[in-house]
């Protein structure tokens, strides 16, 4: 039952359009407010944690279903767009971008992103997320860098 409800964010992974977009979505006020009180190290042990425990109820949850990586497991999109907001600067075009080319990478399954999602059970399905929000959230850094964020 605890995995069933965090790997689908309550419920959230069973909206029938783009659940992984709505669970991006509501990770972006949750990450801002921990990057504003805490940092950045804060979010990204956040997201860590997030990965290693959805790690496990995604496992849980696909061995019930009998189904290798369930849509409705959206605990990913939650842990990944951590990660990329984790290195993203703390302004309304830092996390727009962070979620954006989270999205892109996550949905796009580009190399290594596809590699990483052919992991076994529950690591590979947060793997390729993390991958994503990893890309993600370093390309928006280095454009912050250089002064383009």
């Known amino acids: 039952?605890?995995?069933t409800y965090a790997?689908?964010?309550?419920?959230?992974?069973?909206?029938?359009?783009?659940p992984g977009t709505?669970?991006?979505?509501?990770?972006l006020p949750f990450a801002w407010i921990v990057l504003k009180l805490w940092g950045?190290?804060?979010?990204l042990s956040l997201s860590v944690v997030t990965a290693a425990f959805g790690a496990w109820a995604c496992?849980?949850?696909?061995?019930?279903?009998?189904?290798?990586?369930?849509?409705?497991c959206v605990i990913d999109e939650l842990a990944g767009q951590f990660l990329a907001c984790a290195l993203a600067p703390l302004s309304l075009t830092g996390f727009a971008l962070a979620f954006a080319l989270f999205r892109l990478f996550d949905v796009s399954k580009l190399w290594p992103?596809?590699?990483?999602e052919r992991l076994p059970g529950g690591f590979g399905i947060m793997a390729d997320d993390m991958l994503?929000?990893?890309l993600a959230g370093a390309i928006v850094a280095v454009m912050a860098n250089v002064g383009l964020v």
């Open 59 to 72: 496992d849980v949850y696909a061995r019930r279903t009998g189904t290798h990586d369930p849509s409705e």
């Open 1 to 3: 039952m605890i995995a």
């Open 132 to 134: 994503a929000g990893l």
């Open 22 to 27: 709505l669970a991006s979505v509501v990770a």
């Open 40 to 43: 950045s190290v804060a979010l």
């Open 7 to 18: 790997s689908t964010l309550f419920g959230i992974g069973r909206v029938r359009f783009a």
């Open 113 to 116: 992103i596809s590699a990483a």
